[in-house]
């Protein structure tokens, strides 16, 4: 029987002495929302963190321009310097929880080319530039972990990258960003302004630095793609993703929405079809029935379909400093397991063994087929609703259902609501702009894709 720590010393009680290593020494820069969050849980659970990594996790400096009122880092080694971490020799690990593009990619390269290994929650440095760094990572034998960046504290990377990997996923799709869905659950349960909602969620730490990354889908579209690449083992291409916001969804949308029997969410979904993978993100109608369509506020949930497993489901916090810490510092354990292992014993970061990524083509937005929500705002005259049958029935789509209320008092408006038939994007935008030039026909029609996600 192996003597336990805590009968030879106080370092950390749960390991047993046979497998006492040396600590794992980490560093991490960036000390906001989620660099606060991390030191905070690190602190507090440490020694289950030990215990699950078989040796000491410690945080050996912290690079952060300023001290963070929510967190103490009065014992921490604190430099105003993020790059005296990547330069410290002392330091296997640097988390880079400071955001952005530019500074953060050059951040990471300078730690991988010091020989350490990378945690990030940066999904915005993962997608544009994550072929280059696994790529450098993978040159120096180091790895890149990322669970953060997709989803919060979901373990959706964990999933997808091993989970299911004896599927052939099929598709994805996901409410990815907790602001969005927090401002959408406000807008429709309280009856709260877009404007409101957001300045709460920024509040609340879940906005990103430039909030109109969460509301024009950019943040989404982050998401998205990583998620994609590893289902469908293909390289990151983000400038491909289909990309729209949820700033033009109305109250008024939310509620004809409900009133059909749905609920609009702000979903990334990604799917593959015989022509290439679909990557698009935008408002999407869903059927109230659907657990996803329920998921409300901060949190998110992501749908994968395997081939073999079939539909499984991911829900949990996509924002806020400790749900986020969770999956930094699952990261940390994950790279601290392995840290004497082998490059090629280690989970690859981009999924699959390096030089297997071929992956399909990304579909045109033109070729995907899905239903439609169209509002169009008529002149209350006989003759409008034949006149758009059939111009959407001249390309191929049908009309499955309609809502038309008499006008308010005084309107000569009326709204009139369909949900149509399955059709190719190019078709439908075709009907669009001939519904709009039609003289009865006021405006822009409002348009919001609705997907079954059966
Ligand atoms: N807030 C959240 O709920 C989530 C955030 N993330 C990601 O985590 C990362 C960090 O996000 P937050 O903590 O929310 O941001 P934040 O804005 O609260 O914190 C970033 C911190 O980094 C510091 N920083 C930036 N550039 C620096 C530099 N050159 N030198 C020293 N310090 C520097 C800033 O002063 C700030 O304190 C981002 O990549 C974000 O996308 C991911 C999941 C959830
Ligand atoms: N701003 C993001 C933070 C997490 O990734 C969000 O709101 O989801
Ligand atoms: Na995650």
């Not at 990378?118 to 530039?129: D, G, Q």
């Not at 109250?251 to 593959?272: F, V």
Request: aromatic letters at 4%.
């Amino acid at each position: 029987m192996s003597a336990t720590v805590e009968e030879t010393t106080e370092l950390a009680p749960r390991l047993p002495a046979d497998n006492l290593r040396r600590a794992v020494r980490i560093g991490i820069c960036g000390l906001g929302t989620v660099g606060s969050g991390t030191v905070n849980v690190m602190a507090r659970n440490g020694e289950e963190i030990a215990a699950r990594c078989g040796r000491p996790v410690e945080i050996v400096q912290v690079g952060a321009r300023r001290d963070n009122a929510a967190c103490d880092t009065s014992k921490l080694n604190v430099t105003r310097e993020i790059f005296d971490v990547a330069d410290n020799p002392d330091v296997d690990i640097l988390v880079e929880l400071i955001g952005g593009t530019t500074v953060a990619r050059e951040l990471v390269l300078a730690a991988i080319n010091n020989g350490k290994h990378i945690v990030t929650a940066n999904k915005a440095l993962i997608a544009e530039h994550g072929n280059e760094l696994f790529a450098a990572a993978a040159e120096k034998g180091v790895t890149i972990a990322y669970e953060a960046a997709v989803a919060g504290g979901i373990p959706i990377i964990k999933s997808l990258r091993e989970g299911l990997v004896g599927n052939r996923i099929q598709w994805l799709a996901g409410i990815i960003n907790g602001t969005g869905n927090y401002i959408l659950t406000e807008m429709r349960d309280k009856g709260r302004s877009f404007a409101e909602a957001l300045a709460q969620a920024q509040e609340l730490g879940y906005a990103e630095a430039d909030p109109t990354f969460d509301v024009e889908g950019i943040d989404a579209a982050h998401k998205l793609v990583i998620m994609a690449s590893l289902a469908f083992a293909m390289p990151l291409a983000f400038d491909k993703v289909y990309t729209e916001g949820i700033s033009g969804v109305s109250s008024e949308d939310i509620r004809y929405a409900d009133e059909l029997g749905y609920r609009i969410k702000h979903l990334g979904i990604a799917r593959r079809t015989e022509h290439g993978v679909e990557l698009r993100v935008h408002p999407t109608l869903i059927p109230q029935r659907r657990l996803i369509a329920n998921v409300n506020g901060v949190m998110n949930a992501v749908l994968v379909n395997g081939d073999a497993v079939g539909p499984t489901l991911y829900y949990g916090a996509g924002a806020g400093a400790e749900a986020t810490a969770s999956a930094v510092i699952a990261d940390i354990v994950d790279v601290a397991r392995t840290l004497e292992a082998k490059p090629d014993q280690r989970v690859p970061a981009a999924g699959v063994a390096e030089g297997s990524q071929a992956g399909p083509q990304v579909l045109p937005m033109d070729e995907v087929v899905t239903s439609y929500y169209l509002r169009i705002s008529a002149h209350d005259k006989p003759g409008v609703m034949s006149q758009v049958a059939k111009i959407c029935s001249d390309q191929g789509i049908s009309i499955e259902a309609l809502i038309q209320h008499e006008p308010a008092e005084g309107e000569a408006l009326v709204p009139v609501v369909i949900l149509t038939s399955r059709a190719k994007e190019a078709r439908l935008r075709e009907a669009v702009a001939q519904i709009e030039a039609l003289d009865t026909v006021e405006g822009e029609v409002v348009r919001i894709r609705v997907e079954t996600l059966g």
